[in-house]
């Protein structure tokens, strides 16, 4: 067994459950929500919230990118329970799958039935504008890494079916959620790239003909685990901006920030309207 394997495996999430609850009072939560970068506005609108540093939790890791708070945050939103992770362990770190995939199974052994990812991505969509909201349909995995690679975990499926990884039901609500609020949700398919490089041209014009509406790099580990468990997943990517080389303007990290926060408020109010509706 791997290093990443025996200290983020299923004993090790039980573990950091374990002070979890403890510390926060967590037990069954309704929803679980990892967000993504520029989207941690959300965490301050949970109501009655207790926050727990990463650095705290057995088997978690500190947050070093810009937008990733590194709290696990408990509380209430749209009246239900509900728990919040302001951060990722991104491959691009360093990271192994197994570790950038690890808070999915310490959720899982809290008892969350539903997973809500969420991220900042490049739109490879030439309709796609700034500050779009797009559920994520399906995603396809160019990191080429998995975090079931190994040996299987006693809660995990060994081959787990990915031709729905993100949940015909949830998906559902979410468009509701979206109607209620008169709120746009555009939906593509979003590929997930090891990073920290953004794309070349050449290679946003390879994704666009395989088929991806929007890039990123994160996400892909945490929903492949998740389906390996048996958890629902629902995913919303916040398109901060072109991709790569299409438009005349480089990109940057502080620029991709500054437009998710910009399109934060439409951002919570989708997630509060969907969780509401669980």
Do not use: W
């Not at 002070?19 to 037990?27: D, H, Q």
């Not at 994520?136 to 690679?149: G, R, S, Y």
């Not at 949830?170 to 468009?175: E, F, S, V």
């Amino acid at each position: 067994m791997s290093a990443a394997q025996g200290t983020h495996g299923v004993v090790a999430a039980r573990e950091a459950a374990a002070v979890i609850r403890e510390r926060l009072g967590v037990n069954a939560p309704a929803c679980a929500i990892i967000l993504g970068s520029g989207l941690g506005g959300l965490a301050d609108r949970i109501e009655n919230a207790k926050r727990l540093p990463y650095a705290e939790i057995p088997g978690f890791h500190t947050t070093n990118v810009v937008g990733h708070k590194g709290q696990f945050i408990a509380g209430t939103l749209g009246g239900r329970e509900v728990v919040a992770l302001a951060g990722r362990f991104h491959m691009y770190e360093g990271h192994s799958p197994q570790v950038s995939a690890f808070p999915v199974r310490v959720v899982h052994a809290l008892g969350a039935k539903c997973l809500f990812v969420s991220n900042a991505a490049g739109g490879i969509r030439r309709t796609f504008s700034a500050g779009d909201l797009m559920v994520i349909e399906d995603h396809i995995n160019l990191q080429f890494v998995n975090p079931l690679a190994g040996p299987v975990e006693s809660t995990d499926e060994r081959f787990p079916d990915m031709s729905a990884p993100y949940s015909p039901r949830l998906k559902a609500l979410l468009r509701e959620a979206a109607q209620r609020l008169h709120l746009p949700l555009q939906a593509g398919v979003y590929v997930g790239l090891l990073g920290p490089t953004y794309e070349t041209l050449a290679e946003v014009r390879m994704l666009e003909r395989m088929g991806a509406d929007a890039t990123g790099m994160s996400t892909v580990p945490e929903v492949i685990l998740a389906n390996a468990m048996g958890l629902e997943v629902v995913g919303v990517s916040l398109i901060s901006n072109p991709a790569a080389g299409l438009s005349p303007e480089k990109l940057s990290h502080a620029d991709v920030m500054r437009a998710a926060e910009a399109a934060g408020e439409k951002f919570v109010a989708l997630v509060t309207e969907f969780v509401a509706g669980l």
